[in-house]
């Protein structure tokens, strides 16, 4: 893996949960389908604000599900093979790459720390093994 799969990977997953939830959204309020009439201020806050009245609702009506197959609105998907984000502007393409620097360093820190970790789970047991024969 190179640091732009691994950027790209994660934007498509978060990609996609974010189309899911917005389908959802679009099949239970109709203000999602309308050109915006609002300020941007308030149309900012319109997706919180249905994410919270959708949560309401769900968490009292047990019983139902939310179905997104039966919704007539398509979902996006993207393909992680796939451009996952077309960049024109210099400074949108600088920020990426500095995103997807430090996601790449993190990763790699992670894998780092699970080695050392293996590391020192082997020679915690090969210490502990000399330490009783020694005692004998």
């Not at 190179?2 to 959204?25: A, C, D, G, Q, Y």
């Not at 590391?119 to 047991?125: A, M």
Request: charged share 20%; hydrophobic share 45%.
């Amino acid at each position: 893996m190179t640091k732009e799969e691994l950027f790209n990977l994660w934007h498509v997953s978060t990609w996609n949960i974010i189309e899911r939830i917005f389908s959802i959204l679009k099949c239970q309020f109709q203000i999602l389908l309308l050109a915006p009439e609002y300020d941007v201020d308030v149309q900012a806050c319109i997706p919180v604000v249905l994410c919270t009245l959708h949560n309401f609702i769900y968490s009292c009506n047990e019983n139902e599900e939310d179905d997104v197959t039966s919704c007539s609105i398509p979902m996006m998907k993207m393909s992680i093979t796939g451009s996952a984000m077309q960049v024109d502007d210099l400074a949108a393409s600088r920020l990426w790459d500095d995103i997807a620097v430090a996601m790449w360093n993190n990763y790699q820190a992670i894998l780092v720390e699970r080695a050392q970790r293996s590391i020192d789970l082997d020679s915690g047991s090969d210490f502990f093994e000399e330490e009783v024969t020694s005692t004998l």
